[in-house]
C-alpha cells in the first residue's frame, strides 16, 4: 500500500532546463514546475455539515479548545504568496492562499513552555508531525481560500495547512485538530519511508536509504 519512497528514489531525476535560469534558486533540487495543480491525497476526500464541523486544540495546551469555523474566519485574516513542492517531484510557483496565519492564531492558545512539537490531525486518518518552529514562519497559514475562492473539496475545502518552506506532505488538507506535543511523534507518510524534517531544498525525502516499505501501489493522475 505504501511503497511510495521506493517508488519514488528509482523515479529518473528531472532535467532542469526547462525552467528560467533567473528563476531557478527557486526550484529546489530534483524538481520540475508544474503550472497545474496537482491533486495527491490518500483515501477519501471528506464530506461535511459544515455547522457541525470543528477544530480541535490540544495536547501542550492550558485548554483544550474547540472552534468552529466561523469562530476561526472571524480571527484576522492573512495572505500569502508562495512557491510549493512535492516530494512526488512537481513544484509550483506563486501559489496564493487566504487563511488564519498559524502564528496569529498561536495568540488565541494557552501554549505551555513545554510544547516543542505538533501534530496536524487531519480527514481521512492523516497526520503529519511538525516543528512548532516550522509553524511559525510568516507565510504558514491555515488557509481556507486558494487564488481568492473557497478551497475546493480535493484541495482541503474548508480547511488546510500551508507550509510551503517544507515537502507539501505536510501541508495537511481538511485539517480537524492540532495536538501540541513536548516530544516529537511520526506522522503518516513519517512513517512510512519519509523525512521527518522534509525541507525540499535539503533533499528531505526519505528517512533512510535501507527502509522496507510494503508491497502494493501508488500514483496519482488528477490535477487542475
Ligand atoms: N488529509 C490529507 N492531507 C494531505 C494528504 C492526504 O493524504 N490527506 N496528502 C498530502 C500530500 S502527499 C500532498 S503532495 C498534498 C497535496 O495537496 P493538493 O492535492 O492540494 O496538491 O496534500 C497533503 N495533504
Ligand atoms: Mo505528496
Known sequence: MHDKADRLKAAKVPDRQQTESSEQHRLPP??????????????????????????????????????????????????????IHCVTRWSKFDTRWEGVKFKDFMKELGLLPEAKYVMIHA???????????????????????????????????????????????????????????????????ESHGFHNTADPFKEQRFSSDEYEMPEGEWEYNEYD
Open 30 to 83: 530534483g524538481q520540475t514546475l508544474t503550472s497545474k495543480f496537482p491533486i495527491l491525497h490518500e483515501g477519501p476526500v471528506p464530506e461535511y455539515d459544515l455547522n457541525r464541523w470543528t477544530l480541535r486544540v490540544f495536547g501542550e495546551v492550558e485548554e483544550e479548545r474547540i472552534f468552529s469555523l466561523d469562530e476561526l474566519q472571524s480571527l484576522p485574516q492573512s495572505k500569502s504568496e508562495s512557491d
Open 123 to 189: 480527514d481521512t486518518n492523516y497526520e503529519t508531525n511538525l516543528r512548532l518552529e516550522d509553524l511559525l514562519h510568516e507565510d504558514v497559514l491555515l488557509a481556507f481560500r486558494y487564488d481568492d475562492k473557497p478551497l475546493t473539496p480535493k484541495h482541503g475545502y474548508p480547511l488546510r495547512l500551508v507550509v510551503p518552506h517544507l515537502y507539501f506532505w505536510k501541508s495537511a488538507k481538511w485539517v480537524r485538530g492540532i495536538e501540541f506535543m513536548k516530544e516529537d511523534r511520526k506522522g503518516f507518510w
